[in-house]
C-alpha cells in the first residue's frame, strides 16, 4: 500500500484509480479527514469527482496543526488552477467543523468555490430524540421541498430496485423505493384503498 503523492489515498496503485478515472470530473475535489471516508461517500454513487484525504483534523489540544495535515498539497492543486469547487467533508466534530472554517478560509483566497456537506436530521429517525445541535444544523441548512413523482408513474421502477440503504437515485431515497413497492401490491390487491396514497 502506497500513500499517493497528489490525493494522499491510501491505494496499491500510483496515481490511484479516481484519479485517473476518465469519467470523473478532475476540477470537483471533495477533502475528507481518512482514506476510509472515501468509501462511504462512493457507497451513495452521486459523487463523480476526486478525492484528497488529510489524515486527520486540526486538534490543538493534541499538538495536531495545519503542518501535521496534508493541506499544503490541496493549496498546490488549487493554486495550480485544476481546481473549481472544494466540497469539505469533514466530520461533524469540533475539530472537523475547525478544520472546514480553516480550508475555507485559505481556499477562498485562491478564488475556488468552497462547500461543506449538508448536516443534519438521518434519514428515518424521529424528530423527538434529536439532540439540539443536530437540530438547529438541520433547521439552519434547511432546503425547499423537491416535489416527489407520483408513486403510480414509479411502479414499474421500484420493482426493479434492491432493498438497499443506499440512495435510489431517480426515487429518492430507498424508503421512497420501499414505499413505491407496497403501493404497487396494495394497488394490485385493492384499488380503491391504494388511491388515498397518491
Request: proline share 6%.
Amino acid at each position: 500500500m502506497y500513500k499517493r503523492q497528489v490525493c494522499n489515498n491510501i491505494t496499491d496503485v500510483d496515481p490511484c484509480v479516481y484519479c485517473t478515472s476518465a469519467t470523473r470530473n478532475q476540477r470537483l475535489v471533495c477533502v475528507v479527514e481518512e482514506p476510509t471516508n472515501i468509501a462511504a461517500i462512493e457507497k451513495t454513487k452521486h459523487f463523480n469527482g476526486v478525492y484528497h484525504v488529510l489524515h486527520g483534523s486540526l486538534s490543538p489540544l493534541h499538538g495536531i496543526g495545519p503542518d501535521q495535515l496534508r493541506i499544503g498539497n490541496l493549496i498546490s492543486r488549487v493554486d495550480a488552477g485544476n481546481v473549481d469547487e472544494v466540497i469539505v467533508a469533514t466530520n461533524p466534530t469540533v475539530e472537523g467543523e475547525a478544520t472546514a472554517t480553516y480550508l475555507s478560509q485559505h481556499l477562498k483566497r485562491a478564488g475556488v468555490k468552497v462547500t461543506r456537506i449538508a448536516m443534519g436530521i438521518p434519514v428515518g429517525s424521529d424528530i423527538e430524540y434529536t439532540d439540539e445541535i443536530t437540530m438547529l444544523k438541520a433547521c439552519l441548512l434547511y432546503t425547499s421541498i423537491r416535489p416527489q413523482a407520483n408513486p403510480a408513474a414509479l411502479c414499474e421502477y421500484a420493482a426493479t430496485l434492491p432493498d438497499s440503504p443506499v440512495l435510489a437515485p431517480k426515487v429518492g431515497s430507498a424508503y421512497w423505493a420501499a414505499r413505491s413497492r407496497r403501493l404497487c401490491k396494495l394497488r394490485r390487491r385493492d384499488p380503491v384503498r391504494a388511491s388515498h396514497f397518491r
